[in-house]
């Protein structure tokens, strides 16, 4: 991860992170419910606001409960 950066969230129900390459503005997601063992992974564009407000509804969305 070169010149970006990466973060980690998790709880007794998922593994998540993101790595975001700020030169073209795009996160990496993925997430790993660890009940189901269902891995997911999908771009995230950072560019502006409704990027983040996607970002934010889904980390609140997978890390309820």
């Known amino acids: 991860l070169e010149g970006g950066i990466q973060a980690e969230w998790s709880n ?3 593994d ?3 790595k975001i390459n700020f030169q073209n503005k795009i ?3 993925h997430s790993l419910d660890l009940a189901t063992g269902i891995d ?3 771009e995230i564009s950072l560019s502006d606001n409704e ?3 996607s970002l ?3 980390l609140n969305t997978l890390l309820k409960g």
Do not use: D, M, R
């Open 56 to 58: 934010n509804t889904i």
């Open 51 to 53: 990027g983040w407000k």
């Open 12 to 14: 007794a129900n998922v």
């Open 16 to 18: 998540i992170s993101l």
């Open 27 to 29: 996160g990496h997601f």
């Open 40 to 42: 997911t992974e999908h």
